[in-house]
């Protein structure tokens, strides 16, 4: 019998025929060769089998199978990983790309270190983007990574939704996949976070790559034939569900419980605004607000005290706020982390006065009121928002117009940029207007340990 390869690369695909010949052509520049790459076709109607077939024949690390009907990507990836028998598992989207060095670093890592799980970095692109290899780890990923090994009780409360939580930016171990019966949830959406979620609470040995080279670009776009932007917020409160019963399974939840409490605000409130059925919303809302918060444990279980006093306020908004007024509009999970750092926001305002700076907001979305509104506390406010968006420009949005950046870049000599994800897009774009200008990723800032000039770029 042939031996197992090292890493079982899984790819679940749906019509990416225009797709696969880059992702292919990533894989096969690997310079780690010790893998197998299983696609798993989900009833293809383009040119997807054709060519996977085609590629298969001329590499025998390659292998294809073909779903007897429609099932999704939990359950592909699920069948996927069933019949492959490597010690490492990496699951791929069919229209991404990775770096040619992709496996070997992952597999370095996670050989050096004895890892249960091995996590990298990733960057968004679309289509017209120039692929770049280096990116400047945030002060806030260094400090989450500034361990060489580590399990997820050694990190800050607040880990779970510090990082990405994909399933294309890790590498698990499939003796931890084994020994809990980690799988994907065949749910419509959302089927990927108990797969994630508990993977991370469960390994006790996880490592960063410790390099701040892009490993994982994913694509952006939206194909409606193929992808689902609808997303359902029940399978986010069963997911969650599933994760805390494993935890009082495996008798993890005393240790985890906080961990998973703080990263279930964060996701249900996401998947509420996301959801675009509106009766959809308000069924899931009231039953959160009757049943499903408490099935979660909030606010009864005998280890909620220990969740700090900012997020506890943000739950019981779900409880006394009407659906109405859809309190999950403005990012609950980032207003308990501006209330309880109202000290490191109070800096900001001294430092542009003492510097005789003008302060720009950089993005009018969900995270905006959790600043604006913490600033007012503290009778404080920026000179000026700014969104990209052209929809939202001209609009009055928490008490200021939603203007350009162009428009007022001359007055600004301090940027806040609210969206971690795309920070570095917007530092892009911001400096090549004017290099001077100073700017802060306001999520980096109130995760970090680190002083405001420190944080300043």
């Excluded at 305002?349 to 993005?363: D, N, S, T």
Aim: with cysteine.
């Amino acid at each position: 019998m042939e031996a197992a390869a090292k890493i079982a690369v899984i790819v679940p695909v749906y019509n990416a025929g225009k797709f696969l010949p880059e992702l292919l052509d990533c894989l096969m520049r690997q310079t780690m060769k010790d893998f197998a790459v299983y696609f798993v076709d989900d009833c293809s109607t383009d040119d997807t089998a054709a060519l996977l077939l085609d590629t298969v024949k001329e590499n025998k690390f390659f292998h294809y199978m073909r779903n007897d009907k429609r099932c999704g990507a939990a359950i592909s990836r699920n069948r996927g990983i069933a019949v492959s028998r490597s010690e490492y598992v990496v699951c791929l989207d069919a229209d991404d790309l990775i770096a040619d060095d992709f496996l070997e670093q992952l597999i370095e890592a996670a050989d050096f270190y004895h890892a249960d799980m091995v996590m990298l970095e990733r960057e968004d692109f679309t289509a017209f983007d120039r692929i770049r290899r280096k990116k400047t780890l945030l002060k806030d990923d260094k400090e989450l990574f500034e361990k060489d090994i580590f399990n997820i009780r050694e990190q800050p409360i607040d880990f779970l939704i510090r990082c990405q939580n994909a399933t294309y930016d890790r590498m698990v171990a499939r003796e931890l996949l084994d020994r809990f019966q980690i799988q994907f949830q065949d749910l419509p959406s959302s089927n990927d976070v108990f797969f994630i979620l508990f993977s991370t609470f469960a390994a006790e040995n996880i490592v960063h790559t410790r390099t701040a080279d892009v490993l994982y670009y994913r694509r952006l776009h939206s194909e409606p034939d193929r992808i689902s932007n609808d997303r359902d917020p029940m399978c986010a409160f069963e997911a969650l569900h599933a994760v805390k019963k494993a935890l009082m399974q495996y008798h993890m939840w005393e240790e985890r419980c906080v961990y998973f409490w703080i990263f279930a605000l964060d996701s249900l409130e996401k998947q509420l605004f996301v959801c675009k059925r509106e009766e959809r919303q308000k069924q899931v809302y009231q039953y959160l607000q009757e049943t499903g918060l408490r099935e979660l444990g909030v606010p009864g279980d005998p280890f909620y005290y220990r969740l700090p006093e900012c997020y506890r306020k943000q739950f019981q908004r779900f409880y006394q706020t009407a659906f109405e007024e859809k309190c999950f509009r403005d990012s609950m999970s980032f207003q308990a982390l501006c209330e309880s750092n109202l000290k490191k926001i109070a800096d900001i305002f001294l430092y542009v006065k003492r510097e005789g700076l003008q302060i720009g907001y950089w993005g009018a979305g969900r995270s905006t009121e959790g600043f604006i509104s913490s600033a007012a506390s503290i009778g404080e406010k920026v000179d000026y928002l700014i969104d990209n968006s052209k929809d939202k420009q001209g609009k009055k949005m928490f008490g200021l117009e939603v203007v350009s950046y162009d428009s007022v870049s001359e007055q600004i000599g301090f940027m806040i940029i609210s969206n971690k994800q795309y920070y570095h897009e917007i530092f892009r774009q911001i400096k090549a207007v004017r290099k001077d200008v100073r700017v802060l990723c306001i999520q980096e800032y109130l995760y970090s340990k680190s002083t405001l000039e420190e944080c300043i770029q």
